[in-house]
Structures are given as C-alpha cells and as structure tokens.
C-alpha cells in the first residue's frame, strides 16, 4: 500500500502494509540508518524521531499515523539551531562511547531544549528517562545538554 | 636505511600523486615497508596527499581504540589528530592477533591498548624515520637536522608536509628498530584535550554500525528458537507467513537449533517469524528453574570443595578459625546476568566473486567466526573475509568461543542458493532469552578475627558454573581443574590476608555462560570488598585505615594503597553531609587498579539515593585521559545498574524476561555525577574498559550498608533482597 510521507523536508513515496512502524520505513525503505533499532517497544529511545517537531518513537509510531506530519531525523539535525547545538555539544564533550544509542538521545535532548531552554540537571533527568545508554553516559549527556543551552544562550 | 632497487622500479610506473607509504608487519613480527600492501598488512596507511590512516586492529564499541591506536601512530609520526583517520583490520591471525591472546586476533580483557602500545608506536616511529629519511634523500641533507611537527617536515632551512616524501619513502626499507620518542615529548599521549576521532559520525547518524549494512538484494533472516536451551527443530509450518508481505521463506538451520525466517525486510522477517510454527524436539532441552541453579549452588558451598585453588593448608585454616576470637560468616548469591549491548546482535554474510565469503560484523574476535566459517564453508581461511564494523556495544557478547551468531548466520545462509546475501538480525527479546549470561555463582566466607580485630583466617568457597570449561579457551585458561576466571579478583586478592584458603565447585551449566564486563571480578571484588568493610566494621576500625593496614609489601599493594588514597581523600572521606553515608570498594582487576568511594542518601527501607561517585584509577601510563575517564563512568554505571536491579531467570528452562522493561537498563535518573581521578604514571599502560566496574557494586553495598543500619546485601539484585532506591 502506498503513502506519502514528509520526511527531513522531502516527500517520499512508500510502499509498505499499513501497521509498519515507522522505524522500519525509514531504516529498511528510505534506508536512512542514523535511527536504531533497540528494542522495538519504545523502552530504550534508541529510535527517537520528531513528528511535527515533537520526540516520538519510532518503532511504535505507525505510517499510516504520520501521513502529513513534519517527520525530523538526526539526519536533519544539523540543519537546525538547536540540533546544531546539541551536536557541538556532544563533540565538545566526547558524549559518546559505543554510538549506538546517541542519535535518540540527541533527538530527545533537542526536544527538552525546544521546551526549555535552561533546564536543571533534574529537568533533564526527568525528560531523558526513557533513553537508554547501556554504555552510561548520562553524565556527560547530563553535560551536553546543559553545554547546549548554553550555546544557544550566547 | 637504503634504496631498495626493486621496490623502486616497482614504483616508477606509479605517479607519485597517487603513491602510498604502508608500513606494518610480517608474519615474522619484523617492521615492513612498501608502496603497495599485497605482502604484509600494515599498520599505517599514508598517501601522497598527506593522509594518515591508522589500521586499527580492536573492534570499536565505545571503548575507544580507534582514537587509542590512532593517538599511537599520530604522536610517533608528528601529527595533530586531525591529521589522522582510522580504518578496521582485516582478520589476520598471524598479523593483527592480540599479544595477550596468543596467535588469536581479538579485543577483549581490557588488552587494547596495554598489547598495542610499543606496536602502533613502532609503526609511527618507523613512518616518521622513513618519511624524515625521504625528506633528507630529497633536499640532500642530513636527515638529523630534520624533524616532523603537525605533518610537516622541518629542518635545514626547509619545510614540506609530509604527503611530498611519501612516494620518496615507499621505496625504502623500514627501519629495523626504529627509535620512539621520550614519553617527556609527548604531546597527544597523555594530553586530555585530546577528543574522540568518532564523536561527529555518532552524533550525526552517519556511523555505521554493522546492523546499518544495506546489501544489494540482501534477505534478513531472523531465527525462530526454542524457549529452552538444547531444544531441536524438527519442522515447521508456515503458512500463516506466507500471509506477510516480503516474506520469502524458511529453513531449519542444518544444526536444528532453530528455523531461520527470510524475509525481504526486517519489519516483514519479524512478522513472518512470529507466525511461523515450529515443531521442538525438547528431549534433551534443559528443563531447570533458576531456584534450582541457586539450589545447587547453594549446596555445593555447604559441601567439601572441589578444588583447593592455591593448594593451601585447608586444615590450618580451620584451625586458626577455631581459634579465633570471633568468626564473620556470609553467604553471597549472584544471578545470571544479560549483556543487552545497544544493538542488538547481527551480522551479514554474501558470497564473493571469487568463490569466497564475506562477512560483515562488529566483530569482536575475528578469528573465531574466521575459523568456523572455513569449517562451514568447507573454504581455506584465505577465502574468508571479515569486515568489521562499529558495534554498538557488547560487554563480552560479541566475543563468544563459539562465535554463535556467526555460525548461526553462516547456517542460515549456508541453506540458501547463495546468490542472496543474507543480513541476520536479532531482536532485543532474542537478546535476552537466547543468549550467553553472566554465570550465576555463590559464595560463603568465614573471616576469623583475634581480639584486635586483625584477620587470622579467610575460608572462602566459591560455587558457580565455569565460564572457560569446554571451550577452546579452556586450555589457556583452566590449570589443574581450576578455571582462573571462576576465581580471578578472590584467589589472587592483593590483600595480605594470613591463613587464606580458596575453594571452588563447578556446579552444571543450565545456559550458556560468557564472561561479561570484567568476568569473575563481577562478583569476587563484591565479596572481596563486602567481607573487607564488615571485618573492619567488627574490628571497629575505619574501612579505609583497615584495608590499608592489608595492602603493604609490594607493588600491587602500594599502587591499590594509592588509588584508595586518592579516591577517598577527593570524595572527602568521613565528611559527607548530613543525611548521607559513604561507602568504598577498591579492586585491581585487569593489570589496573581502582577504588571508588560511593555517597548515598536514604536507607534501604526509606529509599536509597546514589548523590555522589568518585573513582581514582592507575591503569599504568594514561594515553587518551578523557576516554579513561569515560571507561571509568561507563564502567561504574554498568555495575552499579546490575545490582540495583538486573537479573534474568528461567522457568523449565525457558527465560523469563523479554525485553527491557523486564531487565532495566540504568537511567540517566538512577546515577549522580562521577567524579574521575587519574593517577599519574610512568608505567606501562593497562586496561580500562572493565576494571570500573568491579569496585562500583561493592562501593555501594557498603554505602547501603552505612546507611541502613550494617545490612548487608548479600544476593542480587538489591531491589529484590531488601533495598528500595529512591
């Protein structure tokens, strides 16, 4: 079946059965990689995309659902004041370990700095519960975030 | 150094624009040197347009060799670090194998950068004399005036980056033994401004992590497995799958230990697996509970040893605890624990135009999949290729003796036509209840102390399931009965512990057991630490004081002294605030030596809080300090996150848990700052991708303890024996 779906600015054409996550057609039929596959029931965040600017994830978010809505990628994050930031951030302070997980923490990081500009490392805790790092970084996302804001602030 | 004619004449049909330096090694171990890189595999890759590429021989999963190794050579040539790139080994036993593993290509054990010290730094220094030797042919100077900084050379009035002598330099021999710089010149090893080569390409979605592999017309195959371990297929049914678009077929595995699902997309592979039935032989599957694992653990402990580990006078220390004037007694239960690294495990295997295979992994121990797919393939070795990838995380997964998942995609490939090349996936659920654990082990130690609260006996009994026994690894690693990963941080304690025995039972294997980051230490620093902090608790002596009174005579035992030192005196020991409580773990593990010193708030009945976590490390001579750092934080997360919560049990064989919300990841809410503190040292370097782990449970056990009224966790994980977090 086919839908149209906008995504990082671009329409694109697919032909999947209605119920595929979204995950999967943006890995598997757009094959844009920088959104993981982690658990598959939107425990880790590993996934995470913006639907019409908001963090979802995308292994439990389904094509039919998002036909019309602004879909973001990491992608795109670069391309955007905040995304920029966050990712400045994340090489200033060598954020990552293994990589895997880091491109939901950036997508769900810059949906927290979209809200709020200046938030408490408990605000941050509060926002980022649901990605996962098996590596633990979260000290130094706890940082990068708090580095961001402070970019975007100057 | 001389002109080698025949390289030269080799050379003179190249243009010099697109001319290239490697230098590497023989099989023999000698230093090589030459403008193509068909005889030997190089260490060093440099270009005429002065690129510089590191070939990396670890697999990066965070840990940070790819800047490790790069960090080597970029500092022996005379580079910035944005001067160089890194490239992934090809599997080559005889060339790339890990010093600490033998003739094996490998990472694991924290070795990394501890066996490619002195080696990446001679391929630098050797590319640097080359380079400096071509600079000196070419303006007919003395190649002692002449030195490499930021990838120039300079010197006799001159200066020219380096890409200009490449051509010159790729037809000279290498140097014999080149000479490296004095550690007192160093300006990239050792400097913690220096960033990860990997940072831009993680935060930006453009690295590729092996489960990012897009083939060609590649089918994913997923594995339907049976529920117990051992189960066999003996046939499926699956007509419901026909039913899901972009489902191809299914095959039982040739071993039928599974049916493997192809699909043309994993969304459609998963769907197809789910609806296909398979039909188990479970005659032989195993059938047991985790309270039985326990139970027999349990009991081993209350029986004789197997094996008496150091050959000790076991009657005399029964004697001297008789003799004590009081008798510690604890029993301590570890389960089985998961891996569940981020990307889920998979690998993709195609065939090659000349009749070989390749596969495509985040391979962590090439040379075992290497090996077992010449075996399946019935191909020499040569015909095997094995690109590895980033992977995102393992923690000991990806590292199996048996290299499971790749034998599992080789059979799953092995069945097809082999014209497809077939991408295997697993998912998180397969993660968790088909794979390698933690063992589960028990242990139950008496402490004997006299009046003065000193130690004069320590009988420690250790039950478990052996991790290294019926593996190829078993001959390295088991000696006289006794697998040393059964015992590793416990037998060998640094402490100076009078009247010690050490016992041990192997008890059956109910899964399949695999080290996991840091291995035995995972639970022999905990007993280790935990017995350590009640003795002195007994003794009414400080705990630091009380484990320092032990840790004299000796190297190890000064530079453990140190590290505790250190972390204690940096986390303000004795002083935490009102309302908090600190506890202390140190532990040498993986030739490196750690102490951590964790603070909490609560109680194990009110809720405990972990508000601070400060660590020092001696893990020899710090090459990257940021990325030790981060080994440090990563390292402590992950113990601490297990024992406050992990654990993963069977039913009749079959696991209980499916995905994460059944086996917790550590949240970024569960964990306060680490506050990280590197010892300053002339050694050789050691490991850090585990030795943060060990000290971080037993720092927090005792920090509980502390502060809810001495009790003392003593089976894992903590939220199921007692202990509520806040």
Excluded at chain 1, 45 to 63: E, I, K, M, N, W
Excluded at chain 1, 120 to 130: F, L, R, S, V
Excluded at chain 2, 301 to 323: F, H, R
Aim: one cysteine or more; glycine letters at 10%.
């Amino acid at each position: 079946m086919a839908f149209s779906l906008k995504l990082n600015g671009t329409s694109h054409e697919v032909d999947v059965e209605p119920g595929t996550p979204l995950l999967w057609v943006i890995r598997d039929e757009l094959k844009m990689t920088g959104t993981k596959f982690g658990c598959g029931v939107a425990s880790c965040g590993a996934c995470t995309v913006h639907l019409d600017g908001q963090p979802v994830r995308s292994c439990q978010t389904y094509v039919e659902d998002v036909e019309g809505a602004e879909i973001t990628t990491i992608e795109a994050m670069s391309e955007t004041e905040i995304g920029a930031a966050v990712q400045q951030a994340w090489v200033e302070l060598d954020v990552v370990q293994c990589g895997y997980c880091q491109s939901g923490q950036i997508m769900s990081a810059v949906g927290l700095l979209s809200e709020n500009p200046k938030p408490t490392a408990e605000d941050i805790d509060a926002y980022m519960y649901g990605n996962a790092c098996r590596c633990a970084t979260y000290q130094r996302i706890r940082a990068g975030i708090q580095r961001a804001a402070e970019i975007l602030e100057a | 150094m001389t002109l080698d004619t025949t390289r030269r004449s080799f050379l003179k049909g190249a243009a010099a624009a697109g001319a290239v330096l490697f230098i590497g090694a023989r099989p023999d171990g000698a230093l090589a040197a030459a403008g193509e890189s068909t005889a030997f595999n190089p260490f060093v890759k440099i270009a005429s347009d002065g690129t510089v590429t590191a070939i990396v021989k670890h697999v990066e999963f965070g840990q940070g060799p790819a800047t490790g190794l790069s960090t080597l050579i970029a500092e022996e040539i005379g580079l910035r670090m944005d001067q160089i790139t890194y490239d992934f080994a090809p599997s080559n036993a005889e060339v790339y194998n890990n010093f600490a593993f033998g003739p094996f290509q490998g990472t694991g054990g924290s070795t990394a950068m501890a066996n490619s010290f002195q080696q990446y730094r001679t391929a630098g220094a050797a590319a640097r004399e080359m380079l400096i030797a071509a600079a000196a042919q070419s303006w007919g100077v003395d190649a002692s005036e002449l030195s490499i900084e930021e990838g120039v050379v300079t010197g006799a009035g001159q200066s020219a980056p380096i890409g200009e002598f490449v051509a010159v330099a790729a037809t000279l021999d290498a140097p014999e033994t080149p000479a490296l710089k004095d550690p007192a010149t160093f300006k990239l090893i050792g400097n913690p401004d220096i960033r990860r080569l990997d940072s831009a390409i993680k935060g930006d979605g453009s690295a590729m992590f092996a489960m990012d592999l897009h083939l060609p017309n590649q089918m994913v195959a997923m594995i339907k497995r049976p529920e117990q371990r051992g189960g066999l297929a003996t046939g499926f049914d699956d007509s419901a799958a026909q039913e899901v678009k972009g489902y191809i077929m299914s095959a039982v595995l040739p071993n039928s230990a599974g049916v493997a699902v192809y699909a043309e997309s994993t969304w459609a592979a998963m769907q197809a697996r789910d609806a296909v039935e398979v039909e188990w032989d479970l005659s032989a599957a195993e059938t047991r509970s985790s309270d039985e694992i326990e139970a027999e653990i349990r009991a081993a402990l209350d029986a004789e040893p197997t094996y008496n580990v150091n050959k000790s006078d076991q009657a005399a220390t029964q004697a001297l605890l008789n003799g004590a004037d009081q008798v510690l007694e604890q029993s301590f239960y570890f389960p089985l624990l998961a891996h569940a690294p981020m990307e889920p495990l998979n690998c993709t295997i195609e065939a090659t135009e000349d009749g070989g295979i390749r596969l495509h992994d985040g391979c962590q121990l090439p040379t075992g999949p290497h090996m077992a797919l010449s075996q399946i393939f019935e191909l020499p070795m040569e015909k095997i290729e094995i690109k590895t990838m980033l992977a995102g995380g393992s923690f000991g997964r990806r590292a199996t003796p048996d290299a499971d998942y790749q034998v599992e995609a080789a059979l799953a490939f092995v069945v097809t036509d082999r014209s497809r090349p077939v991408k295997l996936v697993w998912s998180r659920e397969d993660d968790l209840r088909s794979g390698y654990y933690r063992p589960a082990f028990g242990h139950k130690v008496k402490v004997g102390l006299d009046a003065d609260g000193r130690i004069v006996g320590w009988d420690h009994r250790i039950a478990g399931q052996s991790i290294m026994k019926g593996t190829a690894f078993e001959p390295m690693l088991v000696h006289d009965g006794v697998d040393h990963s059964s015992v590793e941080g416990a037998s060998d304690t640094p402490y100076q512990i009078p009247g010690a025995f050490f016992g041990l039972t192997d008890t059956e294997k109910a899964t399949s057991t695999l080290w996991w980051r840091s291995v035995g230490h995972t639970h022999t620093a905990y007993v280790m630490e935990v017995m350590m902090d009640m003795a002195a608790k007994a003794a009414g002596q400080d705990p630091v004081a009380y484990r320092l009174s032990y840790l004299t005579g000796g190297a190890d035992q000064d530079r453990l002294a140190g590290v505790l030192k250190l972390a204690t005196e940096k986390a303000g020991w004795g002083s935490a605030p009102a309302g908090h409580a600190q506890g202390v773990a140190v532990h040498k593990s993986f030739g490196s030596y750690v102490a951590e010193v964790v603070e909490v708030s609560g109680s194990a009945e009110d809720g405990v809080r972990i508000e601070k976590i400060t660590c020092a490390v001696d893990c020899g001579l710090p090459v990257n300090p940021d990325v030790i750092k981060a080994q440090m934080e990563g390292g402590i997360g992950y113990g601490i996150g297990h024992v406050m919560r992990d654990r993963i049990t069977l039913t009749g064989g079959a696991v209980d848990q499916y995905n994460f919300p059944d086996y917790e990841p550590l949240r970024i809410g569960d964990i306060a700052a680490i506050d990280v503190h590197i010892v300053p040292s002339a050694e050789a370097p050691t490991g850090v991708g585990e030795p943060g782990t060990p000290p971080a449970a037993p720092a927090l056990a005792n920090a509980i303890a502390a502060a809810s009224d001495d009790l003392r966790v003593s089976s894992l994980p903590m939220d199921e024996n007692g202990v509520a977090f806040a």
